[in-house]
């Protein structure tokens, strides 16, 4: 008999039934390092090889259970994956169709915490100079949490103790499951583009690292960076710590935590208030002293300008010129006085009179001085001067000696 002849589709489709009949391959736990790992990010399926140090096998993961990771497959990483063994027809290639996959020795969740951390932080995320302050007053505060619980109950007690005016908005969202990332998402949103609160909390009570995930929601990270409003996070207790913490402007250890950083006591904004007033009181003190001061000088400076003001000091000048220049002029005299009397006594020396005061006399013809005997005959009337007075003479004879 002679044997019949297959078509490849035949043999393709004969191996995958005997495959997928096979129960000891339909769902079977492998471990493996993955190599050749392509995202198809148009369709979500996820194609790569495990290996191990033998052997290979190729592997695909389609879009619905690749959607249900919490991590990042990458080529290197060490997977156990759950699947199931078949064959391909229209190539003829068997590989393992996964339905879940987790990292060997490390958790799926820590693992997509570590991956998303370390891909925001690249991106300046969680940059201390992105981070906003806090208003010092807020009149009104967001807070996006359950609207059940003791979250928002503890928010209200001590915002309620430490500041009664501050008023509470809330905006109630699911804190775990699938639906919450999406609904705290939306609840940062909401008050970002109402802008009707002053500051927003967000938060919940403590929790297992699965129970907090949603705070690590890349969605939401990425809407409290864009938010232009402050945001406090309050996720679980002081050891806790997520993404959120890391992006928010504000962490805080617990919602009651959150509410204490979000707004000032009573007692603080009294002492405030006090250091204000005594800042005030100090500044209108230095004011007034400066305005005394100016005053001061103003009033000198009118005083000054009044015409009596100038009159007295154009006086007082006129007097003080009329002293300096009498003090000159009588120096003055007294020094010509002083110049006069020299110049008589040079004067007296030098006068006929003192001559004739010693004995010597003159003679005058017809008023004019005899300077000589030969100006003289007998007979003629002359004058003689002594130094007390006159005499007439008459010459009776005129003998000229010889010097």
Do not use: W
Request: net charge negative; aromatic share 6%; hydrophobic share 40%.
């Amino acid at each position: 008999m002679s044997a019949a002849v297959l078509t490849v589709s035949q043999v393709n489709n004969y191996v995958k039934m005997i495959l997928d009949e096979d129960d000891a391959l339909r769902s079977i736990f492998v471990v493996g390092e993955i190599s050749n790992f392509k995202d198809h990010y148009a369709s979500g399926h996820l194609y790569f090889s495990l290996k191990d140090t033998k052997s290979g096998i190729s592997c695909v993961m389609f879009a619905g259970n690749a959607s249900r990771l919490r991590f990042k497959p990458k080529d290197g990483m060490k997977v156990i994956v759950r699947g199931s063994v078949s064959l391909y027809p229209a190539n003829g290639q068997y590989q393992l169709y996964i339905e879940s996959m987790q990292p060997d020795g490390t958790g799926a969740i820590a693992l997509a915490y570590e991956q998303l951390k370390e891909k925001l932080s690249a991106e300046g995320l969680f940059a201390e100079s992105h981070k906003k302050p806090l208003p010092v007053f807020p009149k009104t505060i967001g807070v996006v949490t359950s609207e059940t619980g003791a979250v928002i109950e503890d928010i209200k007690r001590v915002t309620s103790e430490r500041c009664p005016l501050a008023e509470i908005v809330l905006y109630p969202s699911a804190v775990q499951g699938e639906s919450a990332p999406l609904q705290l998402t939306e609840g940062i949103n909401y008050f970002n583009s109402e802008k009707n609160v002053d500051v927003i909390i967000i938060g919940r009570g403590g929790g297992s690292m699965e129970d907090l995930f949603c705070f690590n929601d890349e969605r939401l990270v990425r809407a409290i960076y864009a938010c232009t409003i402050p945001v406090i996070s309050a996720v679980g207790h002081e050891t806790d710590f997520t993404l959120c913490d890391l992006v928010a402007d504000r962490r805080a250890s617990t919602p009651s935590n959150a509410a204490e950083i979000a707004v000032p006591s009573k007692e603080e904004q009294r002492h405030e208030l006090s250091m204000i007033r005594d800042r005030i009181k100090a500044s209108v003190g230095d004011i007034l002293y400066t305005s005394y001061q100016d005053i001061d000088r103003l009033k000198d400076s009118v005083e000054a300008l009044r015409p009596e003001r100038i009159i007295e000091k154009e006086m007082l000048s006129v007097k003080l010129f009329e002293s300096r220049m009498m003090s000159s002029v009588e120096n003055r005299l007294v020094l010509e006085s002083a110049r006069t009397d020299a110049l008589a006594d040079s004067l007296n020396a030098l006068s006929p009179v003192r001559l004739l005061q010693k004995g010597y006399s003159v003679a005058f013809k017809n008023e004019k001085c005899v300077s000589s005997v030969s100006e003289l005959d007998s007979g003629d009337k002359i004058k003689i001067r002594f130094s007390d007075g006159y005499a007439d003479c008459t010459v009776e004879s005129a003998v000229k000696t010889e010097v």
